[in-house]
């Protein structure tokens, strides 16, 4: 059965940074991506960054371009995301999902498609 576990998270000053981490059972190869996904309250989920487990392939939302950064270690089957220049517009609950059919990473962001979850961070921007 596929689990995915998620680590980090936590409240940090505006400008601050997180490292969010996502460990796979099973190898990352398993799948064809894994992604970063967030949802405000009361705003529908979204994809932040994605990468292709093979090539390393990333893909960002335009918002977080620049501040954030996916990366994996095969491995240790571990996704991480570093989230630098945090604002309090990037507070929302952070899930990390794998998806085992093939996949662009830019699709899976932006349609958020995923076949598994992980059990969901809260992060928190605020002074």
């Known amino acids: 059965q596929t689990q995915l576990v998620q680590s980090g998270g936590g409240l940090v000053q505006p400008g601050g940074s997180l490292t969010l981490s996502c460990t796979a059972s099973?190898?990352?190869?398993?799948?064809?991506?894994i992604g970063w996904f967030r949802q405000a309250p009361g705003k529908e989920r979204e994809g932040v960054a994605c990468?292709?487990?093979?090539?390393?392939?990333?893909y960002y939302k335009e918002a977080v371009k620049g501040r954030f950064t996916i990366s994996r270690d095969n491995a240790k089957n571990t996704v991480y995301l570093q989230m630098n220049s945090l604002q309090p517009e990037d507070t929302a609950v952070y899930y990390c999902?794998?998806?085992?059919?093939?996949?662009?990473?830019?699709?899976?962001?932006?349609?958020?498609?995923?076949?598994?979850w992980g059990q969901g961070t809260q992060v928190t921007v605020s002074s």
């Open positions: 999902a794998a998806r085992d059919l093939l996949t662009t990473v830019e699709i899976m962001c932006e349609s958020v498609i995923a076949d598994y």
């Open positions: 099973g190898g990352l190869l398993d799948y064809y991506a």
């Open positions: 990468i292709d487990s093979n090539d390393g392939l990333a």
